[in-house]
């Protein structure tokens, strides 16, 4: 049998390693990632980032696969992706683009306050979606007519059959304040 010291360790380092793989499964945000993949570009790259984005998340309202795109004026189309999952580096390449960026692409992370957890839940939180069951959600940070925004696109489960999903539309947000620029959701589409 155990004592009771014995007991009382064995529970709590089944409480510490709980808690240890809640807090290291927790997704790293948009910004975090950009520190992160300052280590697979070239000095002429680091923090010289032009667009964020995610993929549709999967079986979670949280991405957990990210492309940051840098600014790299050594390469054809001017830009270095990489590519993360589970915030884990997956790919570094250069991808083909219509037009070669610019320098004056790239965001001023000094003035972004938003990042991607908060615009998340900014737009998860709108009025007109209480009523329904947000499923999957894809994100993209970017340099736009209405400055630097993240367009939040969100998944619901569908009324009638919560096996299916649907399209619901999108909540655009300011980076640098947090406003709402623009909401085009559409809750019927659950129906």
């Keep these: 049998m155990y004592d009771m010291k014995t007991k ?22 948009a910004f975090d990632l950009v520190n992160k993949g300052d280590q697979y570009v070239g000095v002429q790259s ?63 992370l000094e003035k972004l306050k938003v990042d991607s957890d908060r615009a998340l839940k900014i737009a998860a939180s709108q009025p007109l979606l209480n009523a329904l069951t947000l499923r999957a959600s894809k994100l993209a940070l970017a340099n736009t007519d209405d400055g630097v925004v993240w367009k939040v696109e969100l998944w619901a489960a569908k009324v009638g059959d919560s096996t ?28």
């Excluded at 050594?74 to 037009?99: A, I, L, N, Q």
Aim: some cysteine.
């Design 164 to 191: 299916k999903e649907a399209d619901i539309g999108s909540v655009t947000i300011s980076a640098t304040d947090k406003s709402i620029v623009r909401s085009d959701l559409h809750p019927s589409n659950a129906d």
């Design 46 to 108: 680091k923090d010289k980032v032009i667009q964020i984005f995610s993929d549709k998340s999967v079986a979670t309202l949280t991405p957990n696969i990210w492309h940051v795109v840098y600014y790299d004026p050594d390469s054809t189309f001017k830009t270095v992706e990489v590519k993360f999952g589970g915030g884990e580096e997956m790919e570094v390449s250069h991808p083909m683009r219509m037009f070669p960026a610019k320098s004056l692409d790239m965001l001023d």
């Design 8 to 29: 009382n360790g064995i529970i709590l380092g089944a409480v510490l390693g709980l808690a240890a793989v809640c807090v290291a499964s927790a997704e790293p945000t």
